[in-house]
C-alpha cells in the first residue's frame, strides 16, 4: 500500500461544475497538507496547503483535512477550462531537518465547455 | 524577481551513460529540492540541499548525487543510466529555516530525460 493513494482519473467535468479530488494516507505523522496544479509538461504548482485537520478557502478553491479519516480534499468551485490540469496532493512530516512532501500520482481533469 | 530555471529542457541518452542536470533556485531560496517524476506518477524525492549541504534524502541508489554552489545554483548527476531512469526531473526551492519549519516549494519546469 502506498502511502499517499489518489485516483488517477481522469475526471470529466462540464464548465460551472464544482469539481471534488480526494486523497486517502496511511502516516500519521504527516503534518502539512498540500494541492499542486500542474499543466502538461511543466512544474507542479502550489494551490493551497494547509496545517493539520480543517478547512481552509481561497477564492473558488476550498481544500479540507481530516486527519482522523486521513482523508483530504479539494473542492473547485465554477470550474473553467482552464482548471483543465492534473491536481497532485501531498503531505509531509518532519524529515532530518525538512518537511519533504510524499506525493500523490496525481488526478488528471479535464473541464469541458 | 527570476522563478526556477532548469536546463536542459530535454535529453536523450543511451543506458550506462552519465548525466548532469542543472537548476537554478529563485532568488533568495537557499534550500534546493530534487525530484523524479515517472509519467502518470506524483514526483518522488531525490535529495535535497540547505546550504550547500544534504539535508535528507529519498529511497533512491548512490548513483544519484547532487551539489549545492554558493549562489544556491545546484545539480544533479546520475551515473550508470538505466531505462527506469527515463523520467522528468524537477527541481524545487525555498527559503529554508532553523529550526524545521515548512516552507513553501517553487518547482521548475523539469528537464525531461530519456534512456534508450
Known amino acids: 500500500q502506498k502511502e499517499v493513494e489518489q485516483d488517477p482519473g481522469p475526471l470529466s467535468v462540464p464548465e460551472g461544475a464544482i469539481v471534488s479530488l480526494n486523497c486517502t494516507y496511511s502516516n500519521s505523522a504527516f503534518q502539512y497538507f498540500m494541492w499542486y496544479r500542474q499543466y502538461s509538461r511543466k512544474g507542479p504548482e502550489l494551490l493551497m496547503y494547509?496545517?493539520?485537520?480543517g478547512n481552509k478557502e481561497d477564492g473558488r478553491f476550498t481544500a479540507q483535512v481530516d486527519k482522523s479519516s486521513k482523508y483530504i480534499s479539494l473542492f473547485i468551485r465554477d470550474s473553467q477550462p482552464s482548471d483543465s490540469a492534473t491536481y497532485l496532493c501531498a503531505m509531509s512530516a518532519p524529515h532530518g531537518g525538512s518537511y519533504i512532501p510524499t506525493f500523490g500520482r496525481g488526478t488528471s481533469l479535464i473541464v469541458h465547455p | 524577481e527570476t522563478g526556477v530555471t532548469q536546463s536542459p529542457t530535454h535529453l536523450i541518452k543511451t543506458r550506462g551513460q552519465q548525466v548532469t542536470l542543472r537548476c537554478s533556485s529563485q532568488s533568495g531560496h537557499n534550500t534546493v529540492s530534487w525530484y523524479q517524476q515517472a509519467l502518470g506518477q506524483g514526483p518522488q524525492f531525490i535529495f535535497q540541499?540547505?546550504?550547500?549541504?544534504?539535508?535528507g534524502r529519498g529511497n533512491f541508489p548512490p548513483r544519484f548525487s547532487g551539489l549545492q554552489f554558493p549562489n544556491y545554483s545546484s545539480e544533479l548527476n546520475v551515473n550508470a543510466l538505466e531505462l527506469d531512469d527515463s523520467a522528468l526531473y524537477l527541481c524545487?526551492?525555498?527559503?529554508?529555516?532553523?529550526?524545521?519549519?515548512?516552507?513553501?516549494?517553487?518547482f521548475g519546469p523539469g528537464t525531461r530525460l530519456t534512456v534508450l
Open positions: 524545487a526551492s525555498s527559503v529554508g529555516e532553523e529550526p524545521v519549519s515548512y516552507n513553501e516549494q517553487f
Open positions: 494547509t496545517y493539520s485537520s
Open positions: 540541499y540547505y546550504r550547500e549541504e544534504e539535508n
